[in-house]
């Protein structure tokens, strides 16, 4: 066993034992965020409202994981309830909701903080209207009068303001030190009606599991007509990475999840100084075939034997016309010039020209000049192209 590893062997023995000690004293510490999650168990969570939203609507409740620009783009329905509970829409979607109540559809927004375009175009806008840290939630109606929620843990203190005429106020918020502020209104719009209210707590966990709340929450969805409950829960804005957030959210994972981290930057920190052995420079072998030719090029030019040099390039031309272009070059006459020409598009000229040099250097007593082998060499590259 090395000293590098029992020194590893160590420090993961002291980590373990940092998070057992730390696991043990753990205390259970209950997570207040807001989050409105319907799957969320926490006390800000939707998860008993979405389990009970079933027979609150009498089976007539489907959710929607898509926006609803996107899914009215693809479906057409026709009168309907729309219910969005504490999530942000953006524009064009909040535009298709508005189409829909406008046709004879009902929509119920069930959202703290409506965006100023929105509430504007409705007629009404919600603001802070208490800072109070215990809130009453009534409505105006007689029938209801004994319905109510008592709001004892961050109540949001929102409300509307500035309500234009014909707005009928269903719900308010009561205060001992305050006056009654509206939370809960109901809004004519074209054929349909938009319900709007600016506590979504009551919905919540925390407070649906408290004794006679339940009631409250029936009689504010009384207001929407029986028929078919359509509820957008779909907000990719919000919604954070599932591997993460499924590791961070289960303590066990989470400890292994920061010892894989802290495991990795150990190791980090203790092989940084390792001395990395010398790398020998591996040269690249050399072309020897380029160098072949070099030397037997300058061996020809040395000698001067132009006529030689001038007969193995003919040579040469003659096998790549046999080979290439299927022509017979056992007669070098009228018709093979006229397949040559045919067979590459040269000119006749050009053509005549290089069957004549080819003659001149298949002729052992002809005489050759530097001249014929530079002439013959460019023409018969030329046609070979």
Do not use: C
């Amino acid at each position: 066993m090395n000293k590098t590893f029992k020194i590893y062997a160590v420090i993961f023995i002291i980590v373990m034992v940092i998070l057992a000690l730390l696991e043990v004293n753990k205390k259970e510490t209950t997570d207040w965020r807001k989050n409105f999650d319907i799957n969320g168990k926490s006390p800000f969570g939707l998860f008993v409202f979405n389990n009970e939203a079933k027979d609150l609507f009498k089976n007539n409740l489907k959710k929607i994981d898509q926006a609803p620009y996107e899914y009215y783009s693809q479906h057409k329905k026709g009168n309907h309830n729309i219910l969005v509970i504490e999530k942000e829409i953006d524009g064009e979607s909040w535009k298709k909701i508005m189409d829909q109540v406008s046709n004879g559809s009902d929509a119920m927004l069930i959202i703290s903080r409506i965006p100023r375009n929105i509430s504007d175009s409705i007629g009404f806008y919600a603001s802070d209207i208490s800072f109070e840290e215990e809130n009453v939630l009534k409505f105006t109606d007689k029938k209801y009068q004994n319905d109510f929620i008592k709001l004892d843990k961050f109540p949001s203190g929102r409300g509307f303001s500035f309500i234009k005429p014909g707005t009928e106020i269903l719900g308010k918020t009561v205060e001992k030190k305050n006056t009654d502020q509206a939370n809960f209104i109901k809004i004519k719009f074209g054929k349909g009606t938009i319900y709007a209210h600016s506590e979504p707590l009551f919905l919540t966990n925390y407070y649906l599991l408290k004794p006679g709340n339940v009631k409250y929450t029936q009689d504010v969805f009384s207001y929407l007509q029986d028929r078919e409950t359509l509820w957008f829960i779909e907000n990719k804005s919000n919604t954070s990475s599932f591997f993460m957030r499924f590791i961070l959210g289960n303590p066990a994972l989470k400890y292994a999840w920061w010892l894989f981290l802290g495991g990795l930057v150990l190791f980090i920190f203790f092989n940084a100084k390792r001395k990395q052995r010398i790398v020998p420079v591996i040269e690249p072998l050399r072309n020897t075939s380029l160098d072949f030719v070099k030397s037997i090029g300058n061996l020809y030019l040395q000698e001067g034997d132009f006529h030689d040099m001038m007969a193995k390039k003919a040579q040469y031309f003659l096998n790549k016309v046999r080979i290439d272009l299927l022509i017979d070059t056992q007669n070098l006459d009228e018709e093979f010039a006229k397949k040559l020409q045919l067979k590459t598009g040269k000119t006749m000229e050009t053509i005549n020209e290089a069957i004549s040099l080819i003659k001149k250097a298949q002729d052992p007593y002809a005489s050759v000049m530097k001249e014929d082998l530079g002439r013959i060499n460019k023409l018969l590259d030329e046609i070979l192209k």
